[in-house]
């Protein structure tokens, strides 16, 4: 029995469906068995790509677009608060009040939206409610429109008897309608969007609407659904699809907007509620790519990691309640203040870069390529002739590796030339991610964050408008609401103080009113209090801002959320008008300075070994262009087969192993669909390897993820064998690669 044969098995469970995977070609783009040591001269870079940054072109405020997950939150406290913040979620897609549906490998249904909407508010979080998931099997089984139509007024009730709950911005009629909607039994899609869309309205009026939530993107579908419902007056006011090619959403977009000026449609925002496939979704340069993609694309409101396997775990981001490689881009992508400004992705490198210009911080994620190659910045205001920058790396963990932390991998000064600074990525790994962090050689113009514009807080009921006279260039107005959970305007600012103790707060705002208004300002769930502020002749669109002293407000250290609201459960309401610029905190307790990270002593090093070129025993090479290399090594079926890595390391030390491989788990030996194979180093005595399923064999179309563990190994050569155990599944293998330093990769 030869598994490269054996016909691929789906996925299964919430918002999972067969699908043919493709490998990340930034993977495939991987350095072949070669490594580069960070002394080399740049003039013998393997990769030479350079990417442009230019800091002087605004994109759009940050809001974190990408920083959303389906399925996201298990329970009320899972995941632990604590990682969440550092993430700055934007948006949530979870689970119907009554959920029934199992997750992948779940014994019980997660997730419910109100009952995680307290742990989702607590870090900024706003949520879509998937009304279909109601329904205990995927795909949906429908029983009849009496049934349905029960459930969903069953649904829309709890919402409305939740009185204290405010971050619930949409409901989603169904998941992709385009295959899961049984036209036989529940008549047209069309006709049926129209009665469930009726019977949410009887009893809210208020919350939007999401939809379609499509598989994909397809022209003749979204135009003939978009013409039925500008028809039945039921155009959703949110407009969804799922995404798996960043590169194919400017022309989706496109395709949107023409077809609304078509129908004579109003623009809708944009929601992205499922993106990247499961070999994307766990590799930080190919999350970043969706990312960087949709920080372009101004049109998309807000996109959601998909849901590929357990739920409560940030789709991937924890694994047994700890970071993987992944979460730390993500965490990166969270610290991002200030305005996105322009990258121009360059082939397989891309990224996503944010300017504060009030701390004077550069901040820039990088992934994609591979070996030595550069990173180009112009129109840094303000910064000096000399800058400090700082690389941090994290790996391709995948999602059953934890990664404790980052590595920093160089820091130290730079000089400005003709207006750039240059910086360079030596031995770039492609599937991991870069940070780089460029202030002004003196550091940046405060110890720690103190300013926080509205604008890149949660914004609700608010819109964000333009004013060169704004401290960012933006501010928040509209904040017209109150006394309805539903619709009350606020901002949640959420505030990370260096040290617990008393800070003073100053908020910068605008009262275009004839007298003075007030708003309400509460923190970590306390009391309420009262701002007034006087009027300042003027709106934010004339730039007739001023500034008022807020309460003194007692914040532990880390993350604390700040409401400031027009209308809010547990507030009386507001009096007049105001907009919000920003707010900035400060205290007289002694925080840490700002110091340099100092430049790291231990060399970066990635070295790539196709499994094709190594010693095989009782295996079979086979072609495919999801591999790297385009080819792999199969048919590891007996008790004998086995594949030895012949390496080079430079130093002596602990390595980092990673190794792609495809696993279809349809064999069952041992009542297990995982696959345990041995790993021996030099010789020594075998460890245990278990490759989770992933989906299909490399012959039919798998795609071949990362596992990943730490090695130790001497200077010089080594050997490292992957062996198939007796009476144990099987596995197909793709590569194995080393890196130092090794990220502390824990199992």
Do not use: C
Request: hydrophobic share 35%.
């Amino acid at each position: 029995m030869t598994s490269t044969s054996t016909p691929p098995s789906g996925l299964r469970g919430l918002a999972t469906r067969k699908r043919a995977v493709a490998l990340i070609a930034l993977l495939a783009a991987a350095a072949v068995g070669t490594s580069v040591a960070p002394s080399a001269a740049f003039a013998d870079a393997s990769g030479g790509n350079t990417l442009s940054i230019d800091a002087g072109t605004v994109i759009r405020p940050v809001t974190h677009v990408a920083s959303g997950g389906l399925y996201a939150l298990g329970s009320a406290t899972t995941p632990d608060a604590s990682l969440l913040a550092p993430l700055r979620l934007n948006q949530l897609t979870q689970p119907a009040p009554g959920v029934q549906q199992l997750g992948n490998g779940a014994t019980s249904p997660s997730g419910d939206a109100l009952k995680v909407a307290g742990s989702a508010t607590s870090v900024g979080a706003q949520q879509t409610i998937r009304m279909p998931d109601v329904y205990p099997d995927w795909p949906y089984k429908w029983v009849s429109w009496d049934d349905y139509l029960g459930k969903v007024r069953t649904m829309v009730q709890a919402r409305l008897d939740a009185t204290s709950t405010t971050n619930i911005n949409g409901w989603e009629l169904w998941n992709e309608p385009d295959g899961t909607w049984n036209t036989s039994a529940a008549g047209s899609f069309t006709d049926g969007w129209a009665r469930i869309y009726a019977e949410v309205r009887k009893l809210d009026t208020v919350t939007p609407i999401v939809g379609p939530s499509t598989q994909s993107y397809n022209h003749d579908w979204m135009l003939n659904f978009l013409t039925a419902a500008k028809n039945s007056n039921t155009v959703p006011d949110v407009i969804s699809w799922h995404q798996w090619s960043a590169d194919s959403l400017p022309g989706q977009l496109a395709d949107l907007r023409s077809i609304e000026s078509q129908l004579g449609i109003s623009p809708r925002q944009v929601s992205i509620n499922e993106y990247a496939w499961p070999d994307q979704v766990d590799v930080p340069s190919s999350s970043l790519r969706y990312i960087s993609t949709f920080e372009r694309q101004t049109d998309v409101r807000d996109a959601e990691r998909a849901y590929w396997f357990e739920s409560g775990t940030v789709d991937g981001l924890l694994y047994n309640g700890q970071p993987t490689g992944t979460y730390w881009l993500y965490k990166w992508y969270g610290d991002m203040t200030g305005n996105i400004v322009s990258v121009t992705q360059n082939g397989v490198q891309d990224g996503v870069a944010s300017l504060d210009g009030t701390r004077k911080i550069l901040n820039t994620i990088v992934g994609g390529a591979t070996g030595n190659n550069t990173v180009a910045i112009k129109n840094l205001t303000g910064f000096g002739s000399t800058v400090q920058a700082t690389i941090n790396y994290t790996p391709d963990s995948g999602r059953l590796a934890n990664v404790s932390a980052p590595t920093t991998i160089w820091s130290g000064t730079l000089s400005v030339t003709n207006g750039v600074v240059t910086v360079p990525l030596t031995a770039q790994d492609p599937g991991g991610a870069y940070q780089i962090l460029v202030t002004p050689a003196s550091g940046p113009v405060t110890s720690y964050q103190q300013t926080y514009e509205a604008e890149n807080a949660t914004v609700v009921y608010g819109q964000r408008r333009q004013s060169a006279s704004a401290s960012n260039g933006s501010y928040v107005g509209g904040l017209d609401n109150s006394g309805d959970v539903r619709n009350d305007s606020f901002v949640d600012f959420l505030v990370n103080a260096p040290v617990a103790g008393d800070y003073s707060l100053s908020i910068r705002y605008a009262n275009g009113t004839s007298g003075t208004s007030t708003q309400g300002i509460a923190y970590n769930g306390g009391a309420w209090s009262t701002v007034s502020y006087p009027a300042t002749g003027g709106w934010g669109e004339t730039g007739k801002f001023a500034s008022v002293n807020g309460p003194t407000l007692n914040l532990k250290a880390g993350y604390n959320m700040i409401r400031i609201a027009k209308g809010s459960p547990s507030f009386a309401g507001a009096t007049g008008y105001a907009e919000l610029d920003s707010i900035t905190v400060s205290t007289t307790a002694s925080v840490p300075a700002w110091t340099a990270p100092a430049n790291p002593a231990a060399a970066s090093y990635v070295a790539r070994t196709e499994a094709e070129a190594a010693t095989v025993t009782h295996g079979t090479t086979y072609s495919s262009s999801n591999a790297s290399g385009g080819q792999y090594v199969g048919g590891l079926d007996y008790t004998d087969s086995s594949v030895r890595f012949g390496v080079n390391v430079p130093t002596a030390g602990t390595y980092r192993l990673a190794l792609g491989f495809t696993n279809a788990g349809t064999f069952t030996q041992n009542n297990s669909v995982s696959t345990v194979m041995g790993l021996s180093v030099n010789g020594g005595s075998s460890s245990n390897v278990t490759l989770p399923v992933t989906g299909a064999w490399g012959g039919n179309g798998g795609s071949f993820p990362v596992w990943a563990t730490q090695v130790q190994l001497g200077a010089g050569d080594n050997t490292i064998t992957i062996s198939h155990l007796a009476n144990q599944n099987y596995a197909e293998l793709d590569y194995l690669q080393l890196s130092s330093p090794a990220v502390a990769v824990v199992r």
